[in-house]
């Protein structure tokens, strides 16, 4: 099989956006439009993918990472200059370069596959991908001569009345022969009023060598439409998260209310798990089998074990083990890793905290920087006091110990094997194995005592 | 009026559902399939019901509970070997018997209602519910005579081509005499390829053996259809929930966003509650008049007293007077009780507690297994201390007591009335009524002190 | 420009609605109903605007407050009634008066403005707007002569069956010149059975002395419908709800699923604001630009500033700096006042609180009534201890603090710069400047301790 080499166009800034940031930017379920345009051209083979950027680049470098290749534009003089800028990248490259805008994120790998496919079976050198449109007003039309080969694309501005009838459009995205691009882009000029280099212009270059341009005509022309405005930017997110959502189900995943669970497109869920309402599940997370999530709750970079619940909760950068419990009302942050049968309750923050089997931490609890082992209980009000004003410390938490409540564990510190930690204490130094770490006034009670009330008469 | 008792048909597993499950158990607003159908059977009248478990038979069971009577089908065999089950349940039972299946939980009492009446008027054998199918492929047809009286139902692989072109197929629900059901059961063979007993089989017996067949056309095709798969269990909650939140709006409820107001079957909501976007009532919940509840709550067998508010928080197995005051993000378990005028307020949970009028908890506070009188005040990081790593013990908070912020109480123990707890105390024993009980340490101002930020020079 | 008067009828109850509330008061997205109306008369012009109140009158007058001048109409006597109630109001009135309805809260401006300058331009006594209906029946129809001026207004019970084929109705919306409509109210009787006045007895008298009768058809037949039962009421919010999220969606606001996105009319809402799934934004608040708003959160009457980032919490009454970080499940309330760059984190409760720059507060805390400093930090677990059961008393905490966890600070009280408090220490007295401030016991090790565990055996 031949290399395929994608460059996606990105240096637009998308105006009707109102928007400081770059289009290709814009979320959709948590991830970057551009996102989906990469994620279909890797689907489609395409080993190398560039994006050639130019408004607010910098962001777009920064927010796709380092697997892209990126390629400047710093003027935008149309699709043929945004080509051209990639000259150098492409001296390199052989086989097919795939031509793809990144703010059409409903692009599909199948209609790329097919237009890939088309180009190699006609040895084509340029394969253009159409559609038809009810009203074709504005668009590229695609000239077909009485063979219904593509003779030519003409610009809406520059149609006869004739050709201004044809509903067959351009859709700008191609897929070429590097060797004959890199020809026909070495002669390419502006010839234009607005002194704009059109890529469209390589096609009539191929046609009047005499090489054949092939066409294929996809009748999803939603696909092919990008969003324009934020409007359509939220119906775009609509369509996929319905499509997300009816493949999940479709997979064994329990959906009561498909309108409100917004599951990103890198998720994977197992059979028999239920997504609750006004539920989030983005980055990368994997979430096992006969799981609980939702309702209103965020689980986003995490992994959740078979047969965990979380409720009413967030979860970020996370391990959880199977058999957990979490919420309602946790707040579970990165390098949470967690094992079997945890319970984390009712308003708990974790952070950077490894927790063993069967360990509870049940209400209104902090734990940060922290080791618990199996069979802990983590009575309600404790918290690790992990941060002295300059650095963070770790605190060691053994097997079956047992915290009371409202205490404050002040790292760095230890709590050994089996040790109890009596309510209310401030423990900064190591509670010995099986020992009663406590650190507490004796009650007092003053029966002569005056209080507020009394004393204000009431 | 004569006796009715009703079969449900429940022991498949459903295999589009893609589920360790039985189908009948997937949930719709909190209820399992199944409910919806022992409901409509119940309120069409039928005294006795017998459900037909197969597949995961156990876990119907449980979920179902020692109300209904389970008949199992150990090898799936047809729905005549369903029925043949049964003939044990059956040889007790007279008058007429509704055969039903537990995966229609769109039927309606009233169209059952209907087929009984119309049995019953007809003096017939047997009734068919039938409905008119766009693209009736697939199912059984129904053959009338010239006299529009049903004459044969045939299955769709054995009917003609002038059979397929019926529209009114069956439904499989049906209302039978069970004495001419008793005989017709008797003779039922499985002729056929598949070795399946067919249910349908028993009306060409009463129609042999000149007994009359009863048909009702049903226009409510949706109705008598179940869901296969989880999107159509997806599509189905939405049906149940629109149809429930109208039936509350036309009572009085405000309900400013329907399509996310998830209400259960058996809930009962009074006049001028507004149920807010996001929320949950689900099982046997009863809501006054007047209510805030949501947005973004979640309320499961409880009741809510008139005036009272619930927002953003959970409430499961409790029962709050009027005029209470209820979160944001509060956790109310079970066996709460409050009286009037009582406020659980941010970041409190609750769990089998009795709360008298006036008192509050304000934020951050854990109440466990205790009595707390009224006009009480209960200070922020109040935990009441009921579990010692081996049992849990009860707190008795009097009338009028006053408990400072982050205190403990360590359980067994009482505060008796009028007394106050000064902030940060741990209380061990009883504070006498009046007194002041403290546990506190005097405070030392270190002014030689070097701060871990000084010492890090920053 | 002549003076504009408007005269908003809202004295009925609207039984439809269930309600022991006058329907007026219904809210949509946080508004009562009548808000939508009084709001579109002031936009087109009105300078006074006065509403005819009745069925509870006295809860219209508390919810709309003093902007308003109010006329009781203690019976219910037809509109004709409702407007003579007002002829001591009008007597001090000249120029136009606006006559409108308390339930139509989907009236526009644009519509109110049209109709006005008709008025004006025609010289006519009265304008009414009308609109065309499929279904007529039941209202009042539109009587045009053969040079299309209208000639009357027939009722539909007084309709012949010529006039009832008429699709043109009254909507009942006005605008009169006062004193041609003072003149004519003089005469007004109730010639009926009802014994009730009709103010569309008013045109006739105005056609019969010879006066010009102005029509405008508005084509938007919706906007001057008002919702007469809780699914209408719901249907109407839906109807705003997209509405409003379009126009922010226009202006550069991202709302990725604006059927749950619940914005007031009178927010504000900067570019490039992001407003997640769930979220409420109420009242007069006021949202900068970049800021990420909701899920699941609700802001009502507050001042959010640029690049602020508001998750899973409430803000009530708040006045929020630049850069902020709320959440999640943190719960602001009247009279918090950030600077740049506070946080405020999981579990928070702030109340009558001033709190300068890069100040935090990032768990488990009640903050009450308190002022802090710049580039404190507020350990987690920390109260300020502001009531003693009779007042309220302010902690001052000034800049560069660093407050331990599970601190209690009992007000009134004052924490001095760059002082330290040390974790699960109660202040009751001042710590000065760079002191260390510490209240609490010394930890000791029962190694000798048998634990209730041990004890049980287990």
Redesign the interface.
Known sequence: MEKLTALILAAGQGTR?????PKVL????GEPMLRYVTDAARAAGAERIAVVIGFEGERVQAAMGPELEYIWQREQLGTGHAVLMAREFLAKATGELLVLYGDTPLIKPETLCELIELQRATGAAGAILTTRMQDPAGYGRIIRNTGNEISGIVEHKDASSGERIIDEVNTGIYCFTIAALREALAELTPQNAQGEYYLTDVFAAFIGNGLKVAGLLTGDAEAVMGPN???Q??RT??FLREAIN?RW????????????A?IGPHVRIG??TTVF??T?IFGKTVIGSDCVIG??S?IVDSTIGDNTEVQ?S?VFQAELGPQNNIG??S?VRQGTVTAARVKI???V?VKNVRIAEESKVP????MGDAEVGRDV?I???T?T?N?????KHRTIIEDEV?I?????L?APVTVRA?A?V???????????A??????????????E?V???D??G?
């Open positions: 956006m109102k928007s400081k940031y814009h979320p959709l379920l405005d934020r409007a930017l939220a997110e609509a009816q189900m479709a997979e064994g995943v329990s959906i009561p209310d498909p309108a409100t917004y059979r028999d309402p006004g989030f309702p209103q965020r009413y967030q309602p009302y707040f309750g009712g308003f923050e209400h209104l609890s902090y209980n009575g309600a009000g918290i006091c941060y002295d004003g300059v650095s047992f009371g409540s409202n205490t404050n002040v089996g109890t009596a309510a209310g204490s401030t423990i900064t130094k190591e509670v010995p099986k020992a009663l770490g406590i650190a507490r006034a004796r009650q007092e009670n003053l029966t005592w209080s507020p009330k004393r204000a009431k």
